[in-house]
């Protein structure tokens, strides 16, 4: 059961009410956990290859650009391998950009939901984030075993990965709750989002080093959070060179003003989605 | 007695968009952006003209056990104003306060997911419909029950026919515990038994002493099911009575609307394309007499006047009793060698029945008119028409027939 008979007053509402309300979101945690496990299921059910793809994706795109970027244009990998260094950026890039994709659509994919019943609608992009830990957990395993079979040892950096994480996954919601709401209204974010991605990943040191660039360009540039990311996790992952922490802080706070931005805006137009989707 | 809802001067407006709700591009609201600091007064104008006002000024109470029946035309704001008691979008002015669980009965398998099992689907399902996952395993033995399909629980539900889809979806909402129901016209799906079933369920729950709002167009069940009947008319309560009066002053609009240039009727279609639109519709017995009074069993002609031609117009008539039963359709997509299909353009429809197998009463037609493979335009109640009695194939209707049709037959009696 829901909390017990209390009277509940609906009305026109004004400034963030909704989103950013905690009991709001604590009653309709089970809600929240299905549309996890739904979205969780439904990305493996009907796929020939189910949890693969989650490793397919990475190793594809390290096979290319290690022949690409790594033989042919002969890019710095900061004296590492270069099918590891990419494929340490590539795990959690494929996290954030699956994320974005999938979470800019799923207000739209989920119009039947949105337009029927009541929940916080917060709960369709941030269930495609958390859906998306499954396929980071296990691209990670493939990871660390690769790392392994080349004769890296990880360091105790590697504690330093969920925060890594959590800093991809709160940029990540932000982005995706602002652009799945303009979605609703403007289909073309449907366009944008694939060809903005692709953009993303080159002005994301995923192919080269961030170390090829020239302060105070290097430091400024974390404010994309996925420079933080990228760097950190190839630092946590592969155990060697020095702690980019100043590029996982900027990163960190970059993340954060995202997300609060990003739920900010969810927030405004929430309570016109049903009119409009 | 407690109040379960009150609103006080609800009210929900819609903006008009040139385009229609949905969608805008984006260049379009990037250049409207630009311009708007020059142009404030004439956005602010012109916002204010195209304002609809889908609910207005609407102060109802309703108490708790009450069980209410809502009903109007197409786009009166039933649908509005359960959309605002369930939270789906907000009201523009006004409020409602609601005491109590809501739940709502939705359109069927809404929420449903065709890649998921039976099984995966009553947990989701059940959540989204407001209960708990513990709630959900305790009663999760009996909604498969009720939907009795124990066999079919780990099939994907893509794999199961509509039938046990509203099964599984009906099944799941009834076992659902709210103080508050709300009902959109999701009983006119499934099979007879099941719905009878779903009825019993439906009185079951009014007679707990739960609150129930229940939006239907079949008359008949609104009138089994409630007590009290709240007719709305754009947006503001016409009539709010005890359930036969509040029927018997809609079926006085109907015949009202139905009388009326059909031009100037609003509560069109909402999927209609307009690019025509039902100018007139009669029915008239080929013999002569008044348009709209037919005799049973007489030859009878329905004839649908639209404004535009169209290529390739197909048209499908309702006969609704005066109860809003549907008693069948007649439907031009289902083309037979009988048909007749013009070399000429025109604007008149036609269709002709043999024998007219009607019960005498009072009826009704729906029509649906389309063309380019999309609906150019519906209408509810574009005709009332009397049955007067008559001969069925020779025979005398019997004055205590039941029913709604009459059906041309012969007998083989011993001696």
Known sequence: ?277 | MSVAIQTHELGKSYTLGVKGPGYGTLREALVEAAQRPFKRERREKKAKGDLLWALKDLSLTIESGEVVGLIGHNGAGKSTLLKILSRITEPSAGYADVTGRVGSLLEVGTGFHPELTGRENIYLNGSILGMRKAEIRTRFDEIVEFAEMERFLDTPVKRYSSGMSVRLAFAVAAHLEPEILLVDEVLAVGDASFQRKSLGKMNEVAKEGRTVVFVSHNLAIIQALCSRGILLERGEVKTDAPIVEAIDSYLRTLERAASDDLLERTDRDSRAYDETLVRRLEIHDDSGGHPNVVVAGRPATIAVEVTEHLPTMECQLTIVNSLGQPVCTLDSEMSAPVDVREDEPGTRLECHIDSLPLLPGRYRIDVIVKAKRHIQDGLQAAALFDVEPGTVGNRPIAAEAEGDVVLPHSWRLPA
């Open chain 1, 1 to 277: 059961m829901l909390t017990p008979v209390d009277t509940l007053r609906l009305q026109p509402t004004r400034g963030f009410s909704r989103v950013l309300a905690p009991r709001e979101l604590w009653r309709y945690r089970d809600l929240a956990g299905q549309i996890a496990l739904r979205d969780i299921t439904v990305r493996y059910r009907q796929t020939a290859l189910g949890g693969a793809w989650a490793v397919l994706q990475p190793i594809g795109f390290m096979v290319v650009f290690s022949l690409i970027f790594g033989n042919v244009a002969g890019l710095s990998s900061n004296g590492l391998p270069y099918p590891l260094f990419s494929l340490a950026a590539l795990v959690p890039w494929t996290f954030f950009s699956t994320a974005l994709l999938l979470g800019s659509d799923s207000l739209v994919a989920n119009s039947a939901l949105v337009s029927k019943i009541y929940f916080p609608r917060i709960f369709m992009p941030a269930g495609v984030i958390v859906a998306g830990f499954v396929d980071l957990s296990i691209s990670f395993v493939i990871l660390m075993i690769i790392v392994f079979a080349w004769g890296f040892v990880p360091s105790v950096a590697i504690l330093a990965v969920p925060l890594l994480v959590a800093i991809g996954a709160a940029a990540a919601l932000g982005i995706a709750a602002a652009l799945s709401a303009i979605n609703v209204r403007y289909r073309d974010v449907r366009y944008v989002v694939p060809f903005a991605i692709q953009m993303w990943l080159f002005i994301t040191p995923v192919v080269y080093p961030s170390s090829q660039i020239a302060e105070p360009w290097r430091t400024l540039s974390a404010i994309n959070p996925m420079v933080g990311v990228v760097e950190g996790f190839r630092w946590a992952t592969l155990g060697t060179g020095n702690a980019p922490w100043d590029l996982i802080g900027i990163s960190a706070l970059a993340a954060l003003v995202i997300l609060g931005a990003g739920l900010a805006y969810f927030d405004r137009v929430e309570r016109a989605f049903a009119d409009f989707v």
